[in-house]
């Protein structure tokens, strides 16, 4: 195995620690910071003081088009059932494609 250069270690000596070089119990976190407070009956409150709000500018004359061109057409559903998709109705499915789903 290699050691590094006497002038090496010591650069990496001054570098900022990080979790891998670290044992188990140094936790950097995010940096996020907290938005509010726990409560002593295990909820959360938030405190909106502590809320970040992003400030959006005016979009009257916006000159930049979106990604998407607007003459596209919308894709068609793929299901002809209304509501959510139930066990039942999976399984007739796989009856009748067969492993393709």
Known sequence: ??????S???ALRRLALTTKQAGKDYYKGTGTGSMGRHTKF???TIDWSK???YVVPDLADFHLKPFVAENIDKPAKD????????GKMYLDAWKRQGDAI
């Not at 195995?1 to 006497?6: A, G, I, L, N, V």
């Not at 299901?79 to 139930?86: D, I, N, R, V």
């Open 1 to 6: 195995m290699f050691t590094p250069t006497p």
């Open 8 to 10: 090496l270690a010591r």
């Open 42 to 44: 295990g909820g959360y």
């Open 51 to 53: 809320v970040r709000t």
């Open 79 to 86: 299901h002809e059932f209304a509501g959510s998709l139930t």
